[in-house]
């Protein structure tokens, strides 16, 4: 094998061990999303599984709930994007911004 060659395959163990644990580390982390003024409140982690839901009792009408229907998904998307970002900041620091396909 060319020294080339060794050399890149080192390189690409070593970005896919700090890749697995950037994923650790982020898997850690919490995002948390609202809507309407707080009233609803989603937090997710870092592998984007929601870990919570509060409600404000202040927002729940029988009569309404389309709209308690729509601040839990604009909550829970709200977090959803947050880890989002955080992922592809830490990603994008990883790769010098390069754009690597499946990732």
Do not use: R
Not at 45 to 63: A, F, M, T
């Amino acid at each position: 094998m060319s020294k080339k060659l060794n050399s890149l395959l080192k390189e690409a163990k070593k970005m896919q061990k700090m890749m697995a644990e950037m994923q650790e580390q982020l898997a850690k982390q919490t995002f948390e999303g609202q809507a309407g003024g707080g009233v609803v409140k989603a937090k997710v982690n870092g592998e984007k599984k929601l870990l919570e839901i509060k409600i404000s009792p202040d927002v729940v009408d029988p009569d309404d709930v389309e709209m308690l229907e729509d601040l839990i998904l604009s909550a829970i998307n709200q977090a959803m994007d947050e880890a989002e970002k955080a992922s592809n900041n830490q990603l994008s620091g990883l790769t010098g911004n390069l754009k690597i396909p499946g990732f």
